[in-house]
């Protein structure tokens, strides 16, 4: 429900300060964000945009924490995109959320569930907030063929090396099995031209890096060749969690991960595949 701004006394009218955005989130205001199933409280940008894209039908919505401190975003799946739209926690327990004020989370929460706004997405397109995307929904471990691979390709190359098998060195054996090692998954990439960045899928197959708008998309919209590439690297230089980069003498492609762990692995294994140079 919003709330006036404006009082009167008499004859005279004053204007009520408006309640302002909360700078630290108070242990009150988190059991109440916790009450909302579909809020998301350790997910980040590019993992939201990764299990809507992939996983959600549009109109699927979840609530996550945002960068800035005392805010929230509402991330919501568009038919090709995901749009995110802020909520700010405000002084004397109130929300903030596009031009309403509410009096509590649990009406904001309500107001969400039972209304189901309409959100517009930056191309004008909208879309109702109709489906909320539950935090207890489990997710499938989507390398754990990749992990297992990697370490019976690993395990192939000691044995050479001990003299059980005829295959050639270390170097050898892991190369030559490379071609059914691979890996895939959803990583955020910054434009050539544009600098914005998107979430893309990728695949990586011996020494070619493709990727795609999502999973579901059959034809690609570039392939990267490693054959070319001088170095895989963490990178700091664009300020992003996660971050790491693809040299090339031509060209550096910067990626962001879901985790921490996401880029370690994605880095070792990009940087298996290229050529002493």
């Not at 429900?1 to 008499?10: I, L, P, V």
């Not at 996550?64 to 929230?72: E, L």
């Not at 754990?144 to 001990?162: E, G, I, M, R």
């Not at 392939?223 to 664009?238: Q, R, S």
Request: glycine letters at 4%; one cysteine or more.
């Amino acid at each position: 429900m919003a709330s006036s701004r404006f009082s009167s006394f008499g004859q005279s009218s004053y204007r009520v300060p408006p309640p302002q955005p909360k700078d630290e989130i108070e242990s009150d205001d988190e059991d109440a964000m916790l009450d909302i199933s579909w809020y998301h409280p350790n997910l980040s940008r590019h993992a939201a945009e990764c299990m809507l894209i992939d996983n959600a039908p549009e109109g699927s919505y979840l609530l996550r924490p945002s960068s800035d401190k005392g805010s929230f975003v509402i991330s919501v799946k568009l038919s090709k995109s995901v749009q995110h739209v802020k909520m700010n926690l405000l002084t004397g327990n109130k929300v903030r959320f596009g031009n309403t004020t509410f009096d509590s989370i649990n009406a904001f929460k309500k107001h969400i569930e039972l209304e189901k706004p309409i959100i517009g997405g930056d191309s004008g397109v909208t879309v109702i907030l109709s489906l909320p995307y539950s935090r207890f929904v489990d997710e499938e471990e989507s390398h754990q063929y990749v992990d297992l691979l990697h370490h019976a390709v690993t395990q192939k190359a000691k044995d050479s090396d001990d003299g059980s098998s005829d295959e050639g060195t270390t170097h050898e054996v892991i190369q030559k099995h490379l071609a059914v090692c691979s890996r895939e998954g959803y990583l955020t990439k910054v434009g050539k031209i544009r600098k914005s960045w998107k979430v893309r899928w990728f695949t990586l197959r011996s020494s070619t890096l493709t990727y795609y708008r999502t999973k579901q998309s059959t034809k690609p919209i570039d392939v990267i060749n490693l054959d070319e590439a001088v170095a895989v690297e963490p990178d700091t230089t664009k300020a992003k969690d996660n971050c790491f980069m693809i040299k090339f003498e031509h060209r550096t492609y910067y990626f962001i991960a879901n985790s921490i762990e996401d880029c370690d692995q994605w880095i070792a294994q990009l940087r298996s595949r290229i050529k002493p140079h």
